[in-house]
């Protein structure tokens, strides 16, 4: 196992150092997670490494799930089935991932104990389905609705992109053309309109006042805008109660934050149902909901509603009255707590919000383009009225004599 010398940051910001073994980069990234540590930088004998993202992408663990179904489903040993899909694997990171899965086999561990020790790879439902397709004798069946699942994250994952994508370079246009206009236009009609001496109007005073304070700091705003679009994604990373809040404000923004809201309720109810289904306690269940719904406000939410339930609260009373969850989901676990399918009643909370979330995406899409249009547009006026206007009033004016 390699040992890695690392750099991570802590919730206050400060930069930690220090040596650990790991198996590979993401295993050192979930352990220093777990001890509230955000991986930086990661060095071991192979040379220097930035976790910038996973190497193992989501559409390789669908193809990874699927063969493992068909592999098991024709009967095919489990330590010969890995053995084949590592020598057909193209992804090198998760070749090595098979590989290891096999020599943890070999080595007495079970197919979930060896998942396990490749969290970078395996998050804790996969490995929670895993090991309940151990216990069951249902491992193909568990690797099939693993595909399914991951085919349904993967579609989360898009829908969340584009709901935070789209406002985003909306944003970033808006933002160059005003810097633009106020850094490089208006001071050229401004310039124009002090030659001619013309008596000028309070809006266009003002315009020229605001132009001429942006263009004095246009390497500064752009410096900070730069510094700002580098540093949230990182602050939105931070482990510890910062990253609570700012997920909590994530789904407070206008127009992003409903969609974002309703993925985290469809992830919610999607991973509850699926380990439910899948004979897994809802205490046990709720444990690795926390961790996989994605937004530690309503992971937050979840643990209050797991202290509940352990104390002897049911599941809908546990729920009922937080703000975090609408009182349509806490409806539809008081009917399946009632009616003993408690796995129907939240896969179709899931499909109700994952078609609402991808609906809202889609409106979102199809409204901004105008939006984006008329902003531009009034913009543009705003600026030709108070600077071009009062010039054509002068030609008008002169014209008339």
């Known amino acids: 196992m390699p040992r890695y010398k690392w750099t991570a940051l802590a919730a206050d910001g400060a930069r930690v150092s220090g040596q650990t073994a790991a198996t590979d980069a993401g295993a050192l990234a979930a352990q220093l997670e777990q001890s509230g540590l955000l991986l930086v930088k990661a060095r071991s004998q192979g040379g220097s490494l930035r976790l910038l ?11 990874f799930s699927f063969q493992a ?26 070749r090595q991932v098979i590989s290891g899965l096999a020599e943890g086999l070999s080595s007495g561990k079970t197919l979930s104990q060896a998942m396990a020790d490749h969290p970078s790879a395996f998050d ?27 085919k349904w994250q993967h579609e989360i994952a898009s829908q969340t992109r584009k709901a935070l994508i789209y406002p985003c370079a909306a ?27 013309i008596e000028l109007p309070w809006q266009t005073v003002l315009m020229i006042k605001i132009s001429e304070v942006v263009e004095a700091h246009v390497g500064k705003i752009v410096a900070g805008l730069v510094l700002s679009a580098v ?49 897994i306690t809802v205490v046990e269940a709720l444990k690795v909901v926390e961790i996989a719904v994605g937004n530690r406000a309503v992971a937050q939410a979840v643990a209050v509603a797991h202290g509940s339930i352990v104390q002897g609260r049911g599941l809908s009373a546990a729920f009922s009255g937080m703000t975090m969850f609408p009182p349509m989901v806490v409806s539809m676990l008081r009917v399946g707590e009632a009616t003993g399918s408690l796995d129907a009643a939240l896969e179709n909370v899931s499909y109700f919000y994952t078609r609402q979330a991808r609906e809202s995406v889609e409106n979102l899409q199809a409204t901004l383009q ?29 014209a008339k004599f």
Do not use: W
């Open 53 to 63: 993202r996973a190497r193992i992408r989501l559409l390789d663990l669908v193809n």
């Open 69 to 94: 179904t068909m592999m098991l489903r024709a009967g095919v040993p489990l330590m010969e089935a890995l053995h084949d899909m590592e020598s057909a694997e193209g992804n090198p990171a998760l």
């Open 124 to 150: 804790e439902v996969y490995i929670s389905l895993v090991r309940a397709g151990e216990s069951s004798g249902q491992l193909p069946e568990v690797f099939a609705k693993l595909t399914e699942t991951l």
């Open 171 to 197: 944003l970033v246009i808006i933002t160059g053309v005003t810097l633009f206009l106020m850094s490089y236009l208006v001071p050229q009609v401004a310039s124009l309109l002090k030659v001619m001496r």
């Open 231 to 279: 540093l949230l994604p990182t602050l939105a990373r931070i482990p510890g109660p910062l990253r609570g809040v700012v997920d909590g404000l994530k789904l407070k923004l206008p127009v992003v934050g409903p969609v974002l809201r309703q993925i985290a309720l469809a992830r919610f109810a999607y991973v509850l149902a699926l380990l439910y289904a899948a004979g």
């Open 370 to 398: 105008p939006v984006l249009t008329v902003v531009l547009g009034l913009m543009l006026g705003a600026v030709i009225f108070c600077t071009l206007g009062p010039l054509y009033d002068s030609v008008i004016t002169n």
